[in-house]
């Protein structure tokens, strides 16, 4: 975008999600079915350990997912799959197969 | 001792505590404006959480007014009620004829109406024509007609709004109607049952699945048929080109503002003070609280009796009720009044 | 869309909008951007309409671009406002018409405080007097100028020359129509048709023949703001803002676009031009960009003034198109010709936006 007038034009921020394509958290939907239940409570983000120390935020990645913004590929690397997530959610989404899961979608679409 | 209790209402709760005061032998006129009775439970097709149909609880309610012997009169219009020492007399136009019944006591069953979703007026209903609300979809579901879009297409995406009417300044209704979020989550699952292929989307700020086995159909809703619940008031509706609505909400959970286009918008409409409860309340001079419903004697322990000796309530016209909640509240009021005209010690209790 | 369901809102909106004796409060910039709107409204309202109204000499800024700016306190602006006022009054008027929508935003806003603080008011009346000796009577009436030409429509179409009609196919010519910020969106029931449908500028546009296009973004701000714009690097922001309602617009073939603030048409009219050079993209048929018109000069076309004496050429989004469409006569060399017929030289052609 040109800057001869001393200004560009902003970004718009809104998700569009008519514009979006959902192809990533369905595929990985299939390979865990229970992420299916999450309800952004953020229980899983309160305790994982790469939150406290870099700004990974599972809660906000899942729903990103599901709003299809999918540039997730840096993200999914800062989990240590230290599987604390699992042991909290409360409706028993296996959130460490959901991380699993997700690199096998980053693999299998080659992003 | 046989007394004569009049029962203005004849929706769920007029009819149980009929039922109820007409099997301890009392002597029960139970009139209703409209041409049938039942209220508002005509309207519903499948009820939650279980889905079964409203017209079973219709009939079982049905069967107790004949069993009891109740004296229905349907297309009864009260005109007035006057208050005589320790009876009332009550006035009604009923068939042509202006009738007197003198009543030992009154139960006021008025229930509610449901909110004017004109009112909403970002939300464009009754302007934008695929917008319809809760109770319009639900009449679409008790004819068995195919869901369409205004055009006649079905629908590819429907998104459901929480809260129109209800938890809202702008509307002068700040309280929570208690049913609606249930209901969006029945209709939700209804919707994926008559149409697999539509995609559903529910705006929700708060999901209140309080009631026993809510919880389970919210999961079920997601696991079974996904469903999508998004966080996020909607600010406004807007029609699209091609007669879809766009909404905007704020994507709470991502931080993000987000649009999205529907096919049909529905609005999950609350529970508002009906127009037959204020026509009831100003003849009888009764109090009303801070959200324009009744005031009941006390909130824990006397929920079915009025600032009037002689006059109870029972169901919706006292707060936002589940229709189990209003079947329990009837009988409860029935055993009260009971009570009450035996001169029963156990009335005589107070709270401050 | 049920039109019937916006007219049982609009119902809801009524407004009180005096009839005759206006004092006309004139614009700080907007006789800079769209130097023949004032003067238009002058004329429709003394020639065509037979009414009087009023403008002094002696009055000076509302203040509101200063105080939205936070250059300006909100206690000075209040009685400048007052000197405004007092000016009002002391020409035997009680009508007060602002020209500029935020103007007549910030006087309802000081009204309103006025009314539920009458302590406040007392203050001012004495910073007033100790300031200039003047006093004020609060007016009987506040409307804007868009308002006015609202309430007179129906004379203006007895008088009119032209009609919103294509005349090559006889269809109602399309129109958006935005109104300002200020006008509704603070106090909904201060506006004509309230602030989710506001209709001041919709029951023109519909009483002259033409169609009103309903779209997504209608109610989305145009970005002016003030104190976003007034710095230079922020201008992305303003211009992104309007740039999402040209989007929006875009599939619906707008005619022309009809606003009510000085502020929105000079966003519009120039950033479709900015668009233009910073992306190549141009909205309407042809890269002619959508005509931008304030409702005077709607106004005044209407009723068969010269595009030239309105002020139509300083617009930097052709209106040309439109005229053609209105079968208007007017002459196209006289574009560039000062009052005296000297030619004033022509502006550079833009790179993508049709130029005429």
């Known amino acids: 975008m040109s800057n001869f007038f001393g200004y560009q034009i902003h970004n718009d921020r809104q998700i569009n999600f008519d514009n979006n394509d959902l192809y990533i958290i369905k595929y990985v939907d299939s390979l865990e079915p229970t992420l299916k239940t999450c309800i952004s409570c953020g229980t899983c983000t309160a305790t994982c350990t790469a939150t406290q120390f870099t700004n990974f935020n599972l809660r906000k990645l899942i729903t990103m997912l599901r709003r299809g913004e999918n540039n997730i590929k840096e993200e999914i690397n800062k989990c240590m799959l230290c599987g604390k997530c699992s042991l909290v959610c409360p409706r028993g989404v296996n959130t460490r197969n959901v991380i699993l899961a997700i690199k096998k979608t980053i693999n299998y679409f080659n992003l | 001792m046989k007394k004569t209790i009049i029962i203005i209402g004849a929706g769920i709760a007029g009819m149980e505590a009929a039922t109820f005061l007409g099997s301890m032998e009392h002597n029960v006129i139970l009139l209703e404006k409209d041409q049938e009775p039942g209220g508002h439970l005509k309207n519903w097709q499948k009820l939650f959480p279980t889905l079964r149909y409203g017209k079973e609880i219709l009939s079982f309610l049905q069967e107790g007014i004949k069993i009891a012997k109740v004296d229905l009169k349907c297309n009864a219009i009260i005109n007035n009620i006057t208050k005589n020492n320790n009876t009332f007399i009550v006035n009604y136009s009923h068939q042509q004829q202006e009738i007197n019944i003198e009543a030992d006591a009154i139960l006021v069953t008025t229930g509610y109406d449901t909110f004017d979703a004109t009112k909403k007026e970002e939300y464009g209903y009754g302007i934008y024509d695929n917008v319809i609300t809760s109770a319009d979809l639900e009449k679409i579901f008790t004819t068995g007609k195919p869901i369409i879009t205004a055009k006649g297409d079905p629908p590819k995406k429907i998104g459901f709004v929480h809260c129109v009417g209800s938890r809202d300044e702008k509307v002068g209704h700040v309280y929570c109607s208690k049913v609606c979020c249930v209901t969006g989550v029945k209709q939700a699952i209804e919707i994926k049952e008559l149409l697999p292929q539509c995609d559903v989307f529910c705006f929700y700020m708060d999901m209140r699945m309080y009631g026993m086995h809510f919880e389970a159909m919210y999961k079920k809703a997601q696991e079974e048929y996904g469903v999508t619940f998004i966080r996020g008031r909607v600010s406004e509706a807007c029609e699209n080109i091609d007669g879809s609505i766009l909404i905007k909400v704020e994507d709470t959970l991502a931080a993000r503002p987000l649009k999205m286009s529907v096919d049909l918008l529905v609005l999950l409409i609350g529970f508002v003070p009906s127009e037959g409860s204020k026509m009831v309340g100003n003849m009888l001079g009764l109090q009303t609280g801070v959200n324009g419903f009744y005031k009941t004697a006390d909130q824990h322990a006397l929920t079915n009796i009025s600032n009037v000796p002689g006059v109870f309530f029972a169901g919706a016209c006292t707060s936002p009720k589940t229709i189990t909640n209003t079947i329990t509240d009837a009988r409860a009021a029935a055993s009260t009044i009971a009570r009450y005209l035996e001169n029963n010690p156990i009335f005589q209790r107070k709270l401050t | ?356």
């Open chain 3, 1 to 356: 869309m049920k039109e019937e369901g916006k007219r049982k809102i609009w119902r809801e909106y009524q407004k009180e909008i005096a009839d005759d004796k206006y004092y006309y409060a004139r614009s700080c910039i907007r006789q800079t951007f769209f130097p023949g709107s004032e003067a238009a409204f002058i004329n429709i309202l003394k020639k065509e309409l037979n009414k009087d109204i009023f403008d002094s000499a002696q009055h000076t800024t509302c203040t509101g671009i200063a105080y939205h700016a936070d250059v300006v306190p909100f206690e000075t602006t209040m009685t400048v406002i007052a000197r405004q006022f007092a000016l009002m009054t002391e020409a035997g008027y009680e009508n007060y018409v602002p020209s500029c929508i935020t103007s007549f935003g910030l006087y309802t806003e000081v009204l309103e405080t006025w009314k539920e603080f009458p302590e406040v008011e007392a203050k001012v009346r004495e910073h007033l007097f100790k300031a200039t000796k003047r006093e004020f009577k609060k007016p009987a009436n506040l409307a804007h100028a868009s308002d006015v030409i609202f309430k007179h429509r129906h004379e203006i179409t007895a008088k009119a020359k032209y009609k919103l009609i294509n005349v090559k196919t006889g269809k109602p010519l399309r129109g958006v129509e935005h109104i300002g910020c200020h006008y509704a969106k603070m106090f909904p029931h201060k506006g004509v048709g309230g602030a989710e449908y506001p209709y001041v500028l919709a029951g023109m546009i519909q009483e002259w023949g033409g169609e009103v296009i309903d779209y997504p973004e209608r109610r989305h701000c145009c970005g002016f703001g003030f104190r976003q714009y007034l710095v230079k690097a922020n201008r992305g922001y303003s211009i992104a803002c309007s740039k999402k309602k040209f989007e929006a617009m875009e599939p619906y073939k707008p005619d022309f676009i009809l606003t009510n603030c000085p502020g929105c048409p000079m966003f519009f009219d120039r950033w479709q031009y900015a668009i233009s050079e910073m992306e190549g993209k141009t909205y309407g048929e042809n890269g002619q960009g959508i005509p931008v018109l304030t409702y005077e000069e709607l106004a005044g076309l209407v009723l068969g003034y010269d595009p030239w004496i309105l002020g139509l050429q300083v617009h930097q989004t052709p209106v040309e198109p439109l005229l053609d469409k209105m079968g208007i006569d007017y002459n196209p060399n006289a574009k560039f010709l000062g009052p005296n017929n000297e030619y004033l030289n022509k502006p550079i052609a833009p790179n993508f936006l049709k130029f005429y």
